[in-house]
Nanobody, 118 residues
Framework: VQLQAFGGGLAQAGGFLRLSCAASGIDFSNYRMGWYRQAPGKERELVASLTNRGFFNYGDNVKGRFTISTDNTKKTVTLEMNSQKVEDTAIYFC?????????????WGQGTLVTVSS
């Protein structure tokens, strides 16, 4: 299983940045895909997730600013980040999760750094 993230980098406050994650080795359409982030000295937190049934979940800090989407054909999950804030600076991790009757599957990408400057 591989989750390869793209698109991190430097952005200005109030600006836009897009992250993408390409998945391989999983039955993509049956997974909940998501993005998490971890800022220095803080715990990893949910940014956004999207289930295979179309249910969205956003962290309180990004609601109304960030949008998650998936492409089952390309096996990608994308995070569009609008109106960025300095506090959005973090390492962003792509996540794939599935729970069956007997076990759960939880995979992480390598992380991509997003830095928002004022």
């Amino acid at each position: 299983v591989q989750l390869q993230a793209f698109g991190g980098g430097l952005a200005q406050a109030g600006g836009f940045l897009r992250l993408s994650c390409a998945a391989s080795g999983i039955d993509f359409s049956n997974y909940r895909m998501g993005w998490y982030r971890q800022a220095p000295g803080k715990e990893r937190e949910l940014v956004a997730s999207l289930t295979n049934r179309g249910f969205f979940n956003y962290g309180d800090n990004v609601k109304g600013r960030f949008t998650i989407s998936t492409d089952n054909t390309k096996k990608t999950v994308t995070l569009e980040m609008n109106s960025q804030k300095v506090e959005d600076t973090a390492i962003y991790f792509c996540n794939a999760f599935q729970r069956s009757a007997t076990r759960s599957y939880n995979y992480w990408g390598q992380g991509t750094l997003v830095t928002v400057s004022s």
